[in-house]
């Protein structure tokens, strides 16, 4: 599996197949039991939508939603949205075909009693979850009613794949990849459609939004990835390009220097590294503190060097002689293990935007400066 899914680059064909998932999970409840660290959120319910895209006039092959009645039995089935107005959404090339659901409860091993929030949220008791199948049992019937063709897992937010895959671990189930794992993110593809790219809605808003059809109540893992399944098929059928804007998993960041992984994106380029034992060392590495042009493929001179702006990431102006100004952006992240990784990013700007990266470093440096003066007249005052 992890073949198929690291493959994916976002240049290749947007016309595949989906797996929307959406999880529910339970935490501890502070007061009578607390939080086993390896597994802080505990997956209480699957539900998933599997999407095809086909070519107009070829329907889809009716053998793969075959696998839906065996493993609905959490939840049975959902009355009322199966029409063929919601299953076939299509802009002339193709169409979107619905074609399968997964459903399950799980019945939990590690919190047994229900986080007052979650109950509050999703509408689950503790005496429905016993009814539920093992997480492990569970997420193999889920692996397997996704199939064995290329698919691409889609979720509403960010959350989902990384609890997926933290739960696996700790069950120590096969990992599901063995570096980021591709995905793509609805809530930011609707953002990236509809407004600003910046902005993270609900999904009850997108669904408002687009003036969905809210046929089921939202909140439970099914109902939650039927709507984003319904905003994804929106998405593809109006403006399909926004796809191409993958997110990366990275509950397992990527193991050596070789598997590093280096995208390019209409706008920008992202690369994720490998993990290092600490931020000092992460910085002084070569490959990270370089600052190529994406476009051309060279290795940049930096017009200003990198510095840190906020405390919280990392910042460098580099100079194409051809495609011009480049911004290129460090965050470091912490990986699972405890060690560290880098995410960084480098996109052209204007050259205004770069004179306001200039005057940025400037005050950055003043700041500095008069810190350190402050703090050496400090030190000569003392007794
Ligand atoms: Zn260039």
Known sequence: MEARQRASQPWEGIWMNYVVLDLEWNQANGITEHEVPAIPFEIIEIGAVKLYTVPCGQPADGGSSAGDGKSGSGGGPVKGRDTEKDRRVGSGAFLIERAGEFNQLIRPSVYHEMNQATGRLIHLRMKELKKGRPFPETAEAFFAWCGEEDYRFCSWGSADLTELQRNMEYYHMEPLADGPLAYLDVQKLFSIAYEDGKSRKSL??????????????????????????????????????????????VFHPPKDRKSELKVQFDN????????????????????????????????LRKKIRWFSPGGKHYVCLAYCEKHGYLKGKIRIRKSPAGKVYVVKTTKLISDEDAEALKARREHASDVHRKRVQRKSRGTKERP
């Open 204 to 249: 009850e808003y997108a669904v408002d939004f687009l003036e969905l059809e809210k046929d089921i109540p939202f909140h439970r893992a099914f109902a939650d990835a039927h709507y984003t399944a319904k905003i994804l098929a929106r998405i593809l059928a109006e403006k399909p390009a926004a796809l191409r804007n993958l997110s990366y998993d």
């Open 268 to 299: 920008y380029a992202k690369y994720i590294s490998r993990e290092f034992d600490t931020r000092e060392e992460a910085l002084a590495d070569r490959e990270v503190a370089s600052s190529k042009c994406y476009l051309c493929r060279r290795n």
